[in-house]
């Protein structure tokens, strides 16, 4: 949620005696269970995430997100994930936040600047080969290619802390996608987005003729609850891009992770543990049929049914 005011609310009386009011409103209609937090941008305009506990579905927490608030929370930058990350605090194992798989496959940027709206490719490329390509290199002449995150590679980084780019720096260590991301990430800003043909260009002239380089493309189909543009990810490394499979995303460890609902209705008793084991029986022989081996398959039980002990989800609105 935004508030815009003409007064300072920078001003911690004031932004302090807004939050307690913003507090008592929340209680009136019986939210009680939340932690409300500021974050202050450089035009003076302060927001709050704040954090509802309860052990919701992603649509549940999504319904009460748009209906108490705006929408689950977006994040844009490293700095929102830092704000988001200092709101969960140490004692929250999940949370959801408004990411979840879309239709349509997008080629982004890593940074968070959105779809690739200039492009470079190959001939005859992007070929996706069914997805198992989502991540970009330059290859030699300036053009792009799409192949494997795992592949080895130097690759691109940019600084800037403004917003702005600033310098461009050429890693002539090979890396694949995920870990050059990091990399970059950790010593300067991110891996490079290319926005122009001149700014492509540059980038050509500093790879060495002949070789390859990573530059921040990838491809998925996930976007924003609230329909934000934003393309920044933080994913866990077992997860370097946002592929098929599940189809919301929640931070576990600091890190983004995905994780889907399945609804099952039925006339027989559901608690049933014999019956529990035959539906999730079929279900992990159907997922490893369609090549999905890394996953975990939990009961949630609703209505006044009991429901085995799991960490609860929180969210972030």
Same mark, same amino acid.
């Given at each position: 949620?935004?508030?815009? +005011?003409?007064?300072?609310?920078? %001003?911690?009386?004031?932004? %302090? &005696?807004?939050?307690?009011?913003?507090?008592? +409103?929340?209680g009136q209609q019986g939210i009680t269970d939340l932690n409300l937090s500021w974050r202050t941008d450089s035009s003076g305009l302060a927001f709050q995430l704040p954090l509802i506990n309860g052990s919701l579905t992603w649509y549940e &927490?999504?319904?009460?997100?748009?209906l108490k608030y705006t929408d689950l929370a977006t994040v844009n930058n490293m700095s929102d994930k830092n704000d988001l990350v200092n709101t969960l605090g140490s004692h929250v194992t999940y949370s959801w936040i408004g990411l979840r798989r879309g239709n349509t496959h997008r080629w982004m940027w890593s940074d968070g600047r959105g779809p690739a709206h200039y492009t470079r490719w190959n001939v005859g490329e992007p070929n996706t080969n069914k997805g198992s390509e #989502?991540?970009? *290199?330059?290859?030699v002449g300036g053009t792009w290619n799409d192949i494997p995150?795992?592949?080895g590679? %130097?690759? &691109?980084?940019?600084?800037?802390?403004?917003?702005?780019?600033?310098?461009?720096?050429?890693?002539?260590?090979?890396?694949?996608?995920s870990d050059a991301h990091s990399y970059c990430r950790k010593h300067h800003t991110d891996l490079l987005s290319v926005?122009?043909?001149? *700014?492509?260009? *540059?980038?050509? +002239?500093?790879? #060495?003729?002949?070789?390859? &380089?990573?530059?921040?493309?990838?491809?998925?189909?996930?976007?924003?609850s609230d329909g934000s543009y934003?393309?920044?990810?933080?994913?866990?490394?077992?997860? #370097?891009?946002?592929?098929?499979g599940p189809n919301c995303a929640h931070v576990y460890d600091r890190k983004w992770n995905k994780k889907t609902f399945v609804r099952i209705s039925a006339d027989f008793d559901m608690s049933d543990p014999a019956v529990q084991q035959q539906i999730v029986s079929q279900l992990e022989a159907k997922m490893r049929n369609m090549g999905i081996t890394d996953f975990k398959i939990n009961w949630k039980m609703s209505g006044q049914q009991k429901q085995p002990k799991q960490p609860p989800i929180e969210f972030t609105c």
């Open positions: 949620m935004t508030v815009r +005011s003409d007064v300072d609310l920078t %001003d911690s009386t004031i932004s %302090d &005696a807004l939050l307690e009011k913003l507090k008592m +409103s929340l &927490a999504q319904s009460f997100c748009t #989502p991540c970009g *290199e330059m290859t995150c795992r592949y590679r %130097d690759f &691109a980084c940019y600084e800037s802390r403004t917003g702005a780019l600033k310098s461009k720096i050429l890693v002539e260590t090979a890396m694949n996608w926005r122009n043909q001149a *700014e492509n260009q *540059e980038v050509q +002239s500093m790879v #060495p003729e002949g070789k390859l &380089a990573w530059i921040g493309l990838f491809q998925d189909s996930w976007k924003w934003s393309s920044f990810r933080y994913l866990s490394q077992e997860q #370097p891009v946002l592929g098929e």
